[in-house]
């Protein structure tokens, strides 16, 4: 297990999950000359209902400039993430990921 520091705050992640932030951050989108780290880039793991939506939700509209890649297990259901996504939509990513299963950690950092 390896620390992951975002935004100030250390979260544990295994390497496949720094990979997978890593491919995000090299991503012609992160590294555009357009593209402004003022607002810095957050993730947030189960972000389809409850607290996570809410820290979506909190971390889009708290800080303007600022990008947050919202995971959860099924986006197509996540009704509260689509809504954000309509109003956010330059600034708010959305990935299928259930970190349970491997697979789709694998999946996720292909992306």
Known sequence: MRILLLNQRAFMATPLILRSVARW???SFFSSSDF???GG?????GASRGIGLEFVKQLLEKNEKGHVVATCRNPDSATGLLSLKNKFSERLSIQKLDLTLE???EVTSLC
Do not use: D, F, H, Y
Request: charged residues 15%.
């Open 41 to 45: 880039v957050s993730m947030v793991q």
């Open 103 to 105: 697979s789709t950690i």
């Open 36 to 38: 402004r780290w003022e």
């Open 25 to 27: 951050a090299s991503l």
